[in-house]
């Protein structure tokens, strides 16, 4: 039942902050590493006093930040995208986890390979939350990263 309240409660906080607008600007980019490898990089600048959550967040915290591609035969991933920043860790009593997140800005970096090396477009989605000590928003942005 404490749980379904504070959904419910966290819900309509949603609500009312979307009018807000987001609070992470996000940047795209690819760099070359050697031909047909790449690094892609997610890079979010998050507004003074505002959190945005890593991909690792324990179950049944917060929203983890995910990067999902659209599908593309010629493109190969290596694993998840690796978070560079200063990563904090809380105890959030309202979860009931440690929580792990990052203010000011975040890095995710993606290696990936394409099946033939010649030039191609990235495609996908970033779904995450913000927070601050009042109200959480879920967000998500789309991303085009060519790769020259």
């Known amino acids: 039942m404490?749980?379904?309240l504070i959904l419910l409660c966290c819900f309509f906080m949603v609500m009312a902050?979307?009018?807000q607008g987001r609070k992470a600007r996000w940047n795209f980019s690819a760099k070359k590493i050697k031909p047909g490898f790449y690094e892609l990089h997610f890079t979010a600048e998050v507004e003074d006093g505002w959190n945005i959550y890593s991909q690792f967040t324990p179950k049944g915290g917060p929203l983890p930040?995910?990067?999902t591609?659209?599908?593309n035969d010629n493109v190969l991933l290596g694993g998840k995208a690796k978070e560079v920043g200063f990563k904090r860790v809380k105890h959030e009593e309202v979860f009931g986890v440690d929580v792990h997140y990052f203010a000011e800005k975040v890095d995710f970096v993606q290696v990936m390979k394409l099946k033939v090396v010649k030039p191609d477009l990235v495609k996908g989605k970033i779904n995450?939350?913000?927070c601050d000590k009042h109200q959480c928003i879920?967000?998500?942005?789309e991303f085009n990263i060519p790769l020259k």
């Open 69 to 71: 591609f659209s599908p």
């Open 2 to 4: 404490k749980k379904a």
């Open 17 to 19: 902050a979307d009018a």
């Open 128 to 130: 995450f939350m913000t």
């Open 138 to 141: 879920t967000d998500e942005v």
């Open 65 to 67: 930040t995910s990067i």
